[in-house]
């Protein structure tokens, strides 16, 4: 199938009428898609090292933040 392909997009170069390009499919996470930075997954990080967050310290508070980013 990949040789019929090639051969196709080869003749459509020839052609002038078309030119071959790569085109990425992004396939569905489950989470991490209708947030900014991701899924606010309750994890606190000691010494380095990710914990889960009690039930008990649930819910979790974040801070306040004036303006939100890229950066």
């Known amino acids: 199938m ?10 459509i170069e020839e052609l002038g009428i078309g030119i ?8 569905d996470a489950a989470f991490s898609r209708q947030r900014y930075w991701g899924e606010p997954f309750p994890i ?12 008990s310290e649930l819910p979790l508070t974040l ?4 303006k939100y980013g890229p950066g």
Do not use: F, Q, T
């Open 2 to 11: 990949k040789d019929a392909i090639d051969v196709a997009v080869n003749k």
């Open 20 to 27: 071959r390009k790569v085109n990425y499919k992004m396939r």
């Open 44 to 55: 606190k990080w000691i010494d380095g090292i990710a914990h889960p967050l009690d039930e």
């Open 63 to 66: 801070p306040h933040v004036d």
